[in-house]
């Protein structure tokens, strides 16, 4: 099936570094969706964007929806040991439900003390 | 805690075998989706039930078929298993026909075929 490139596949950084990880696409998306997986765990919704340019923040994590609506980015501010997991973006197109999110192939992010 | 339940968390089983995966939803949740999650993979969308009724389907093989019953709860068989089909499942319901930010995931069953 279709799938997302996402980079970087797997990221080690020290405790306290920003992160930057982004996702794109061939294909125009409505809905961009940020997920994290604890291990373990299945993924949990971090952030949604809904227009192309948005900026969203939760806490230390911030995405923008990017301006052609084929790409999307996550940047997590001052990481700590807790940020470890695996960060999944998903693009949904318009009109599409649940059943027609596609999804990325994963940034990996182990933190080190 | 979603509040999505899946039983087994872990099967190992081997080659040319039939398992069946577990899934109860959210309390209230309609809909049920499973997802395949295969190594370095993201997830692939299999089925989706809505109140009972299969109501969208992607990637799912014919050996693979799934149900979702009056209470709701839902099951994922996988029949004739091969190395390949080894991975994490996991299973997501939502209150309503499909809105993805309304997902809500279970932890997964991690299936081995050896």
């Known amino acids: 099936g279709q799938q997302l490139n996402q980079s970087p596949q797997s990221m080690f950084i020290q405790e306290g570094e920003d992160v930057s990880m982004n996702c794109t696409s061939s294909?125009?998306?409505?809905?961009w969706l940020w997920y994290k997986q604890d291990p373990g765990e299945g993924p949990v919704l971090l952030i949604a964007l809904y227009k192309a340019g948005e900026l969203t923040s939760n806490g230390r994590l911030t995405a923008q929806f990017g301006i052609t609506r084929k790409d999307s980015f996550l940047n997590i501010s001052a990481s700590i040991p807790s940020d470890v997991g695996i960060y999944f973006c998903a693009g949904q197109s318009r009109g599409g439900t649940a059943s027609k999110l596609t999804f990325g192939t994963g940034t990996r992010l182990q933190v080190t003390l | 805690d979603s509040g999505v339940t899946q039983t087994p968390k872990h099967l190992i089983t081997a080659t040319g075998q039939r398992v069946t995966l577990r899934c109860s939803p959210r309390s209230g949740d309609l809909s049920v989706y499973w997802y395949q999650q295969s190594l370095d993979q993201g997830l692939q969308f299999l089925i989706q039930y809505y109140n009972g009724e299969e109501r969208a389907k992607g990637n799912i093989l014919e050996r693979f078929s799934a149900q979702q019953f009056p209470d709701l709860h839902s099951e994922l068989n996988l029949s004739s298993l091969e190395l390949g089909d080894s991975a994490l499942y996991f299973c997501a319901s939502s209150g309503d026909r499909g809105v993805a930010e309304k997902l809500f995931f279970g932890s997964g069953t991690q299936l081995s075929v050896l």
């Open positions: 294909s125009i998306f409505n809905t």
